[in-house]
């Protein structure tokens, strides 16, 4: 079993930067895809970034390319998200999230996904 905490979410300007973590419990974190997504207030719940097993192929959704970073750390059992240029619009609640996968790629599809995350908040006011 594996549990994810997130932290790092907060109230920030258009424009400032934000850097979510995503520490893991458990000793399988090595064997997971893992994923950021998140959710806004009357919308479903969509992809950020996501990152295979071994940390070495990512994947963004096209919003956030080139302005938001996903890494993995194996050793540390820890996922950050680093966000720059940060937009209104991109305010929601951010998850991260693990799924077992054998074949080290990204995992796209959230029902794929194993273990969540409860979220953390992030607001960008413009």
């Known amino acids: 079993q594996v549990q994810l905490a997130e932290s790092g979410g907060g109230l920030v300007q258009a424009g400032d930067s934000l850097r979510l973590s995503c520490v893991a419990t458990?000793?399988?974190?090595?064997?997971?895809?893992m994923g950021w997504f998140r959710q806004a207030p009357g919308k479903e719940r969509e992809f950020v970034a996501i990152i295979n097993r071994s940390g070495t192929s990512t994947y963004y959704r096209e919003a956030v390319k080139g302005r938001f970073t996903i890494s993995k750390d194996n050793a540390k059992n820890t996922m950050l998200l680093q966000m720059t240029s940060l937009r209104p619009e991109d305010t929601a609640v951010y998850y991260c999230a693990g799924a077992h996968e054998p074949y080290d790629v990204p995992v796209v599809t959230a029902s794929q996904y194993d273990f969540w995350g409860q979220g953390t908040q992030v607001t960008v006011s413009s």
């Open positions: 458990g000793r399988t974190f090595r064997e997971l895809a």
